[in-house]
């Protein structure tokens, strides 16, 4: 609105933006982030990068830093998985309810869960009330800011028949955790399991991640059978949907199609007890020896890069940075930034 209106002299309008850290996370509370917000927006994905990309890595390196990045999370993520089948938590309460988590989340979603659990001991169930939407409970929180103890008031309403509930934290909607007011409010009701609509896929331990599927390293592919099928059958379905997403009734009649496909593998997986823990996370481990490939898709370095921001010789230097040698162009760190935000897309997607 101030680019489009021109309205930079406004004051009112410049104080609402400088602390756009204060409203903003209001109106994005309701929404599925994974609990990600705006004033972190780079943390994370930096922290994806740290040591392998700097402001002066060029677009060369940053694919091939990209697969090892990639790669070595892969791995961690595959130690974990290993760490969530071989070990569990111990449930600080005596709930079912933690106990179903317990069950199928891994250990650092678990974690993130048990702690609503125990904090539901700062929750008090001041009052009910019946309204259109079933019974809505008010809850006092007691709750710690800048070391003095205060009350926060929070309203949960829960329509019995359906077991469904929503808190004015918007904890779950935004975090994808359920809240201690909640849980309080469905100890109350004597409530013993969550539906499975508060256990999502894709925290569980026994999840498919599709990522580990996403070849990555073009130079010197060496892809597992697994790895070709998927690519094949993604082209096709590809090609199917280009052909027939302006035909309707074709369109519903392969969808419903795939859906029976889905089901009835499914099915067949569960009864011979294959639904585990993908182990094909190796694949990309596998293809990494070939990321420094010289074939005829190798990775180059454009014809020339053009720099931005202050001089080289000013700048502050990060230790990775100055240990780097040979470094024919320099990625602008706008690009990184922009580099950093596909990224971001992409694993949005995923
Ligand atoms: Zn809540």
Redesign the pocket.
């Known amino acids: 609105m101030i680019k489009k209106y021109n309205l930079y002299d406004n004051e009112w309008l410049a104080g609402l933006y400088d602390n756009k850290e204060r409203w903003v996370p209001c109106f994005l509370k309701t929404t599925f982030w994974t609990g990600m917000s705006t004033t972190q927006r780079s943390e994370s994905i930096n922290a994806f990068f740290d040591g392998y990309v700097h402001s002066k890595t060029t677009l060369k390196q940053f694919v091939e830093q990209y697969e090892r990045a990639l790669r070595n999370k892969v791995e961690k993520e595959f130690q974990a998985d290993f760490k969530s089948y071989s070990q569990m938590v111990p449930c600080a309460m005596h709930y079912e309810m933690e106990k179903q988590y317990q069950t199928v989340y891994t250990i650092s979603k678990f974690r993130e869960v048990q702690e609503e659990f125990v904090g539901k001991v700062y929750c008090d169930l001041i009052c009910a009330s019946e309204g259109f939407l079933g019974m809505t409970y008010e ?1 006092h929180e007691d709750v710690v800011y800048e070391e003095r103890s205060t009350k926060k008031t ?1 309203f ?1 309403s829960f329509q019995r028949d359906k077991c469904e509930f929503t ?6 909607e935004f975090r994808g955790i359920i ?4 849980i309080a409010v469905l100890i109350r009701n004597n409530v013993k399991k969550v539906p499975d609509r508060y256990i999502l896929k894709r925290w569980r331990r026994d999840v498919s991640r599709a990522h580990t599927r996403v070849a990555v390293n073009y130079a010197g592919l060496v892809s597992t059978p697994g790895q070709l099928m998927y690519d094949k059958m993604c082209q096709r379905f590809t090609t199917l949907a280009n052909m027939t997403a302006d035909d309707s009734l074709r369109a519903s009649a392969i969808l419903d199609w795939i859906d029976m496909q889905c089901e009835q593998t499914m099915a067949s997986k569960s009864s011979h007890g294959s639904n585990v823990i993908p182990l094909h996370s190796t694949q990309i481990s596998s293809r990494a020896d070939a990321t420094q490939g010289t074939g005829s898709g190798s990775v180059r370095d454009p014809e020339c890069a053009k720099r931005k921001g202050r001089p080289r010789t000013l700048r502050k230097k990060c230790p990775l940075e100055s240990s780097s040698k040979n470094v024919p162009y320099v990625l602008g760190k706008q690009l990184t930034l922009e580099l950093n935000s596909c990224v971001i897309c992409l694993f949005g997607s995923w």
Request: proline share 0%; with cysteine.
């Open positions: 809850v929070f949960v808190c004015s934290c918007h904890f779950f809240c201690r007011h909640a």
